[in-house]
């Protein structure tokens, strides 16, 4: 089925049961006037001739269970998309099936197999393998993810019905940014993926992907992206001092969208603020690690104006953009992503 190939029917539980009533008398009812005729029979004689059954069904019995078998068994393959013909006359002993759909595997199964023979430890094979994935990302909807209910949550949602998010605080009840949830698919050496769900007005705040090539599809919703390259220097600064960024992407996006970054290119460095709920679907190749030097790092724009770094003559001052990295990997105060519960296709190791 898998193949797309038409296929023998396996034999249909009314073939086990004319076993049955054959092995009491070895007769087999050919229609329902037969069975109607037969009256109150019993078909299997002794309970010995056919030792699994502990009962003497009558033809009768038998022939309303074969009814009821029939239809559930002829329900159930053309709820798969399989048509099956069956003589006109009566209903027979057998039947023929032809496949009209092939049994098809889940979407996020097809690109996590991309995924694992397209990524290595040390990130994409190559271009050719990067774009396949893309390829397959772009086809997954949010009902292949089991978000079917969030995103018509999302299409029906507007600014003057919305409700109150975050917590309580001091300082009313919006001081604290609305909790994001991260939906957890799967991780191996090579690869990561996984699901942002952001409430409106909620913000991931400026972090980067180091070492790392990073696919993401906004799935439903509409968000507002900034992403930033850095730019290079002659004399390398102490990491915790402001450093120069080229602004790479400063827009609105809209479902779906999907993006590419890479480590040196595409902004690496970004953040996001949703416009409306959405959910980001992040791939990352390879995943972040701190062990391989891949820990998350968070930033913010630096209030220096004139910081003592030369830049690169075919630079424009103006498009530069300065940007600090805050202490010990930890990001911005208020900043909070729950676990949520991924409710998809599981993927196996």
Excluded at 56 to 66: A, D, F, I, Q, Y
Excluded at 210 to 239: F, R
Excluded at 326 to 335: A, I, M, N, S
Aim: with cysteine; net charge negative; aromatic share 6%.
């Amino acid at each position: 089925l898998a193949a797309g190939r038409p296929c023998p029917l396996p034999p249909s539980p009314l073939s086990y049961l004319q076993r049955a009533v054959a092995a009491g008398n070895g007769e087999w009812p050919r229609g329902a006037a037969d069975l109607d005729d037969a009256g109150d029979q019993d078909l299997t004689g002794s309970s010995a001739s056919y030792p699994s059954l502990q009962i003497s069904p009558t033809k009768s019995e038998v022939g309303r269970l074969c009814s009821i078998i029939t239809t559930l068994w002829i329900n159930c393959h053309q709820s798969l998309g399989c048509k099956i013909w069956t003589e006109p006359s009566e209903v027979r002993q057998s039947y023929h099936l032809n496949c009209t759909l092939p049994c098809k595997m889940p979407k996020i199964k097809n690109l996590s197999d991309a995924c694992k023979v397209s990524f290595s430890p040390d990130g994409p094979i190559s271009e050719e393998t990067l774009e396949r994935v893309r390829a397959l990302l772009d086809e997954i909807r949010p009902l292949d993810l089991g978000l079917d209910n969030e995103a018509q949550i999302a299409r029906t949602w507007n600014s003057s019905t919305r409700q109150q998010n975050g917590r309580r605080g001091r300082g009313g009840p919006n001081q604290y940014a609305p909790t994001i949830k991260y939906l957890h698919i799967h991780e191996c050496e090579s690869f990561s993926m996984g699901i942002f769900c952001m409430p409106p007005s909620s913000v991931i705040p400026l972090h980067n992907h180091p070492g790392m090539t990073v696919l993401s599809k906004l799935l439903y919703g509409k968000l507002h992206a900034e992403s930033y390259d850095w730019i290079d220097v002659a004399d390398p600064t102490d990491p915790l001092k402001p450093r120069p960024a080229r602004c790479v992407r400063d827009r609105e996006m809209t479902a779906p969208e999907t993006t590419i970054l890479y480590p040196d290119r595409g902004g690496n460095i970004h953040t996001f603020r949703a416009i409306t709920p959405c959910a980001l679907f992040d791939v990352l190749s390879p995943p972040y690690s701190a062990e391989n030097g891949r820990d998350c790092s968070y930033f913010q724009k630096s209030s220096v104006k004139e910081p003592s770094v030369v830049l690169p003559s075919e630079i424009d001052s103006s498009e530069v953009v300065w940007l600090e990295e805050l202490e010990d990997h930890q990001p911005p105060e208020g900043f909070v992503v729950a676990r949520g519960l991924y409710k998809g296709p599981v993927i196996r190791r």
